[in-house]
């Protein structure tokens, strides 16, 4: 899987959209992104996943570049829930054992 | 569906004490896997399986063992706890699309302490 680079942290207002970008300028044609979040100490949470068009559901949107080596999660009215780490990953989409590696992720503060 | 389950959820070893971390899942995914967690760090791959009978290791695997004779339970052993151990684990399944891991469910976590 290719390596993934994120900002460390960020701020956000509450009610203020959210963009949490990630590089992953190594990226090869067939690695899909991922994104997670991990809430205080729980298990990290599935977001969303895309390839090359970007992705929208009832929780998130992904924009994704035209030339694949970054993409950004944005979170379109945070609140004080979305408070969280958030990784982004990339994964192969096809054949063999899948090692799914975790970075340390953009720990993401929303601000009353 | 419970979805993931881990058990226990705190415990404290002494070292060289030996257990077992309980994963289940009810969801008939093929793909499991365990992660730890140390403070303020991203999650490191210790194992993980692509199907009853079938494991591999990940980042850091020593110390630990797996063994997958379900679909359903993937058990993490130590088989001599070190303080080096003490972490947050998690366990985690997903379906296999075209052999591709998809989303991951994560199991709430064990919080393990070696003293």
């Known amino acids: 899987d290719a390596k993934t680079t994120q900002p460390p942290s960020m701020d956000c207002a509450e009610g203020r959209a959210a963009n949490l970008p990630c590089n992953h300028s190594?990226?090869?044609?067939?690695?899909?992104v991922y994104w997670y979040r991990q809430i205080h100490s729980q298990g990290p949470q599935y977001i969303i996943h895309?390839?090359?068009n970007n992705e929208t559901n009832e929780m998130a949107s992904l924009i994704i570049t035209e030339d694949r080596k970054s993409s950004t999660l944005i979170l379109p009215h945070a609140t004080l829930r979305d408070t969280a780490v958030y990784y982004c990953?990339?994964?192969?989409?096809?054949?063999?054992?899948?090692?799914?590696?975790f970075g340390t992720g953009t720990k993401l503060q929303v601000i009353p | 569906n419970a979805g993931v389950t881990q058990t226990p959820k705190f415990q404290v070893l002494k070292t060289g004490q030996s257990m077992t971390l309980q994963c289940a899942q009810d969801?008939?995914?093929?793909?499991m896997s365990w992660y730890r967690q140390d403070p303020g760090m991203g999650l490191r791959l210790i194992h993980y399986?692509?199907?009853?009978?079938?494991?591999d290791q990940g980042e850091v695997p020593n110390g630990y063992n797996v063994s997958r004779s379900t679909t359903e339970d993937f058990p993490l052993r130590l088989l001599s706890a070190a303080p080096s151990q003490t972490s947050v684990y998690f366990c985690a399944s997903s379906y296999l699309y075209l052999g591709r891991v998809h989303e991951q469910y994560f199991g709430p976590g064990t919080r393990l302490t070696v003293t």
């Open positions: 990953i990339v994964r192969a989409a096809s054949g063999g054992y899948q090692k799914v590696t």
């Open positions: 969801m008939n995914h093929e793909y």
């Open positions: 190594t990226i090869s044609g067939n690695e899909y």
């Open positions: 895309g390839l090359k």
């Open positions: 399986s692509v199907g009853a009978g079938i494991t």
